[in-house]
């Protein structure tokens, strides 16, 4: 039993705390928040205890590992912590907004055995891990494309989008992990559109965006699209699709059941998909968390490293050149 | 180019005309209809003549063919009439709704040689026969069940019900051709319920039935399983299920287009089905025509014959005797 | 927290001591089996004890509830001793395989205000639960047909087949419950055929069935149909069909994920469905625990009653006559 | 009844005079082809003569309209002089692989009132149009996205590569057409990436692509994405996408029947794909003809003109500088 304990207790950190607590492999250590109330509210839920602070967790001998899900800017802080004191983290995306600050943490943990995962949760969806693993096994022979559907269910509050970083190191970045994910490859050039459809006064006082198009391509000439909605009325849809030289393969949305109906309008309709991610996602984020459990006790390799959380923003940085200039960015020129 | 005539010129009747019209290896070669104004009209339309009576048509030399598209009641004297004078038929079913006149009728034509193809057009679908065809490649192994769905689009008018002589002889005989053709072997035994669940007033004063059930064994033990209704408020539904030891087929519904919509209250709707007959079976309507054209010209078997059509009756009287007598009723009690 | 004792741990009783260990709103009490070194082993492995007698669990104040998983010929006394020591019982089907003995059990219970729910638990799948709110919610006007196909992806063996009391009994005795639940009505007239299609010899050698076709009515005049397989080579699959005046729904079947693969033989491949019932109905299982604890502690109604496991057992008898006689049995001529 | 000379006896022109004697609209006036055996053979095939030039054609009072489906570069040529007969054209894709060519030609022609329509045969596909029906009438709200998908199911030989001008010319030409007809606007940047992945040394030796992505943005912002292929192992694969701000419509592949199998392996599997675009755009090439008719006898407007083909070959020129430059390239630099 892997000794958890969680920092951040807000909509994705109660998440973690509830699969934690539930997980057979894992045991909620300690809980820990800015906001002591919520913290107190939290462990009395899950029967446990609120740390007065995030060093009072490191310190902790009862500690075997940390889950990191405070506010963005605290993360690179709280991995080089938890890396100071040998405690394993699994860290929510992204490990910063500030690729500088990326760059910095990674000097300072170099050379480190501590593990450190980062929460790309869609790695680790049954379904498309599936695909990703047919990939590998050659079933489609050699990958030539892929192509990423993600369009959220509607567009989130404003606090949410003035901290978040823009769409592409908020949102995007998790498509950019997954298309490195399924190319197997390092994209190395990155052309991006964004654009206001959805909101367009709020984009523009903002300068961010609600509608987004990407063409990547590797050093081999494997290419990548992706395209993006912050605000998908019919709900949260999640598609992949991988074309090789001997077929093809599509990750589809799940749905909450198997039911269809058919009526005089319409046929075959099925019921709305799950949404938002803490649904679709459950099996991703309970397997993410076993992943981590293997990491630590086992010595599995990390399978959402550091490295990849950092890849992944320089992606979101090439993009958002892309959109300054028009261009097709390598990658070299941001980082 | 089989030079066809076509006697009957009602809505089925003209679908088959304009099939013939159409048809690369077909050629219209007269029309007939009691109503002489009906067919006068088509024949205008369809750029040949009409014909004063059939007994015109089977002694006109410029006629290799007849299509007989009358009403019910002639089709057995219409047979006889073109085997006495060697005009090879395809005629509409049922044959009779008397199974005594259709008896009958098969004592008067023993021996002939001349060929007589009887319209169960469902066979033809391209859909069924692929089915079918897997089955007899050994696909599924051996079969073991054959599940029916058969739906029509909404109830027919009264005088159309009062002529047809009750929902197993008229709209079920389709189903149970198919079940004859699905299954590769004749069954033995029947049970049927009928319901009046659609318009019970009018199925009392009729003594019909709008929905049935039955069940039907072979004498090797093979299953089947048919479902109808005369008013399926979401269209045209014709669906067959082949169950096997190694595998299962499905022919399912033909939809207009591809189109899939997406909405806040529903998502992968399809366009509704295809309906009516004439629209979800054309290929196989011309399927049939191209059958009939290589039984004649090129002496290929008759692919749905005399003595289908005579075992899909006996198969709808044995159903209506079960729906009296709530038994399985064994096809020889019929005969 | 309710606690709840576990009699019985073999295969279905295992998932149930994980389930209830798992579930956060009730706690494994203690666990018993007839084989104590199994008893022990599962004790163990959950971090509970191993009662010696289910007497002990009956007597014991800090058990609340218990649930039945020992072998069906034990179901009736247990069921009769929970009522006595006045435990709320979730009892696994059947409640026997004699009627009589049912009977005898529902005349000792009678009047008993204890909780007794049976584990039908397919009524608390999401996706058939969702298919009878629509029809209860008017969402297809009049139900007028229920179509239930239902196949395992195995063969048991011979031991399990064995001690069955035969398909009707053990496996459609499910279906039978799911007709009831999803017509909405009490069907008072059923017909069944058997066959011996998979293992001719072993059905022989037991006098048993392995593939069947059933019909019902209910007394308005609602008709039903059930196919059922003993070994389905593409896996478990269970569908349900609901037709009524305004509209259609199915539940279909459930998969591990929602890729499709696309290759030169075959395209828009799903992955095999989830086997066996218990990946299948695992939700189910869970609500079925959940409906539980609702009705012992917010005196909910009993979802499942002992009444709905005697009325199934009755299709069953009558479904036996049936393929006896080949008559539609009147539910009275067994009961 | 239009009186159709066709231009071109090749692939695609037999195909348009087989359609053209099968419509009930039209009638098959004459043929040509530079190759006379082929012009004469196909003649007798239909009934119809081979004319002994083109000229003879135009000068034929017995034609009402042509059909241009002879070398790509003679159609500017031919469109020029049937324009000077008075002739209506269906003339097929492209105009002209040179820009410069198809300028020239728009100036000759400039003001005249003989109808041009250009082959662009996607835009008559039952599902494609009823896409966008859908989109004008508003069904998705404001259109944000076009995602097309257009795969070929094998890379054409050689000879034909060499002549066709290109991928972006010849293939994705029929894409650019396709997005400017769902957009609803002009594109008015284009940014595009080509791949040498199926037959690398083929694709180097001719500077030619056999894989491509493609981004194009409005006026107005609207965004859309291509992906295409020369070779996609499992069918023809022609998808489109339409996201707006109230739903989302996609029209999907066609199957040649709706047969679906079910094995150990692999489930719902279903038929490949209708392949190649004779088959999969069937309906869409007599729609072409209908439309065209409409167009000629009735004054309806063009609805794929000379301007679209125009346009269309604008975009491609815009992809092939992008591809070169790797810039987002406003469409005024390529005109």
Redesign the interface.
Known sequence: MLRIAVLGCGRIGRMHIANIA?H?RSKLAVVYDTHTPTAQAVAEEFATTAARSADEIFADSGVDAVLIATATDTHADLIEAAVAAGKPVLCEKPIDLSLARVNACAKKIAGTNVPIQIGFNRRF???HK??RD?VVAG????L??V?I?S?DPGMPDRNYIEAAGGIFRDMVIHDFDLARFMLGEEPV?V?A?G????DPDLMDELNDHD?T?I?M?TAS???C?I?T?R?????Y?QRIEL?G?????????????????????????????LEFFIERYREAFDAEIDAFIDTVENNQPVQSSFEDGHRALILAEAAIKSVAE???INIKEVN
């Open positions: 539930a057979p969806d049954p379904g599936a695909a047919a079933e489609i022979g050699k030539h494309q192509m559907t369009r050039e052309f559109i654009g206001r459809l959805i509608t198009m063409i391509r000439g494997r290419q699209q395209n909605s605000a998908s009325n019919y709900g849809d074309l030289s001997a077929g093809m393969i599509q990750s589809q949305n799940r749905k909450p059941n198997a039911v269809r109906k058919f009526g005089a309008q319409t046929v075959e309709s099925a019921t709305p998909y028009g261009r097709f």
